[in-house]
């Protein structure tokens, strides 16, 4: 669903399964001028069968979409207000709100509109802010997802490729990958090597770049330690972009020398945080079996050295 | 005093809707729109408490990317950075 809507240019937020929100603002010049024509498109894209509504907010639409006008109850609002933030934290469950406002005599949106911030919050929290700005029609404004983005080149090996030919063949894969016209000049965040093994199986690594970059030298010096892990000989390999970051013109390369200097700064800063914050404040990731398949025996934090 | 190091990307349980034919379709209430990767780790079969998981790493409508793996040993799905 979501992606045909966004097949007729929508910008789609959806966090629940079967429903999606989206503005038709930009969208009404292409199908008419109105909003009736954004719907009609709309529901061409999704079929006959889905419930379509519109109002100038996700909860003014989705009444619409089910057709219920005032007065509205507040149980409306109990799946409204479940897995919204801070849901899980709340002492007081979206089901529990619903009842205690039904039973100070609270039983439609309208009378919840005209309760004052104060005593909601006193008597209910955050969840019950949350509730009287949806009843008032106050809302964050739309999260459109960000289209799934999957930036990946494999390239098939010869049977004994080793040594510099697999380093030349994570060169040639690196190039691909930043010559991908879907990367749209953007730097990557992070990398993941992944490889077919010949006597099956697979084998993956990920490897991030501690900032933004889209320099091939700097993927090609990551990534060249990474393939001494290799477990055996591999018929494919394949490098997957981990995130994309925004585009960068300087071409960030990583900075060497000068490690005395920066040695001694960073020993004062631990120091500095120590003394301030407590020993648990500086941690460092030490890596316990990086080559597992098990994720949670790769790595553990220990307190950061000091310098 | 000795302290245990802590453990990243540790499990933790996942709400994970599956259909008829055994398609993941919905992860803690998100919904699934493609599976990227799917294999099987078995480790430590040698031993009283062997590990057998089946990972999936999924892309989900909203455009974020999820591992989730349903443990053998107690058929409970957990998800994980991996």
Same mark, same amino acid.
């Given at each position: ?29 292409? $199908? ?13 894209? =999704? ?14 639409? $989705? ?27 709340? /002492? ?108 099956? %199986?697979?084998?993956? =690594? ?5 900032? @933004? ?18 477990? %055996? ?6 490098? /997957?972009?981990?995130?994309?970051? @925004? ?61 | 005093?000795?302290?245990? !190091?802590?453990?990243?990307?540790? !499990?933790?349980?996942?709400?994970? *809707? ?7 379709? *919905? +992860? ?13 780790? *078995?480790?430590?079969?040698?031993? !009283? ?9 999924? *892309? ?7 591992? +989730? ?14």
């Amino acid at each position: 669903m979501v992606r045909r809507l966004e097949g007729i240019g929508a910008a789609v937020e959806s966090e629940r399964v079967g429903e999606a929100f989206f503005a038709v603002d930009g969208l009404r010049g292409i $199908y008419g001028g109105d909003s009736a024509g954004v719907t009609a498109a709309a529901r061409k894209a =999704v079929g006959g069968r889905a419930r379509i509504g519109l109002g100038a907010t996700r909860l003014a639409a $989705y009444l619409d979409a089910r057709e219920l006008r005032p007065p509205v109850p507040v149980a409306i609002l109990r799946g409204r207000l479940e897995g919204g933030a801070g849901a899980a934290s709340a /002492r007081t469950s979206p089901g529990d709100l619903i009842v205690a406002l039904e039973r100070l005599g609270v039983k439609t949106l309208d009378t919840l509109a005209g309760i004052s911030t104060d005593q909601m919050a006193d008597r209910f929290g955050p969840l019950g802010l949350r509730a009287l700005r949806l009843a008032r029609g106050e809302e964050e404004p739309l999260r459109p997802r960000q289209p799934h983005e999957d930036l990946v080149e494999q390239i098939a090996l010869p049977e004994g490729t080793a040594g510099r030919q697999l380093d030349r063949a994570v060169e040639l894969l690196v190039d691909r990958l930043l010559a991908a016209p879907q990367r749209k000049g953007r730097t990557l965040l992070g990398l993941r090597l992944g490889a077919l093994l010949a006597a099956g %199986g697979s084998w993956s =690594v990920e490897q991030g770049l501690g900032r @933004p970059s889209a320099s091939p030298r700097v993927l090609r010096l990551v990534l060249a330690p990474r393939l001494a892990t290799l477990p %055996g000989p591999a018929t494919a390999l394949r490098l /997957r972009a981990l995130g994309l970051g @925004p585009p960068a013109a300087d071409q960030l390369e990583l900075a060497v020398g000068g490690e005395e200097p920066r040695r001694r700064r960073l020993g004062e800063a631990v120091r500095e945080v120590r003394s301030t914050q407590g020993a648990e404040a500086l941690l460092k990731v030490l890596p316990v079996d990086p080559a597992s398949r098990v994720p949670e025996r790769w790595a553990a934090l220990t307190p950061f050295p000091e310098l | 005093m000795t302290t245990e !190091p802590r453990h990243l990307y540790a !499990p933790a349980p996942a709400e994970v *809707a599956v259909d008829a034919a055994g398609a993941l379709f *919905a +992860v803690d209430g998100a919904a699934v729109e493609a599976v990227r990767e799917e294999w099987e780790v *078995a480790d430590r079969w040698w031993t !009283p408490r062997p590990l057998r998981r089946r990972y999936f790493e999924l *892309a989900l409508a909203e455009g974020r990317s999820l591992v +989730v793996f349903r443990d053998s040993s107690d058929g409970r799905w957990y998800r994980q950075r991996a």
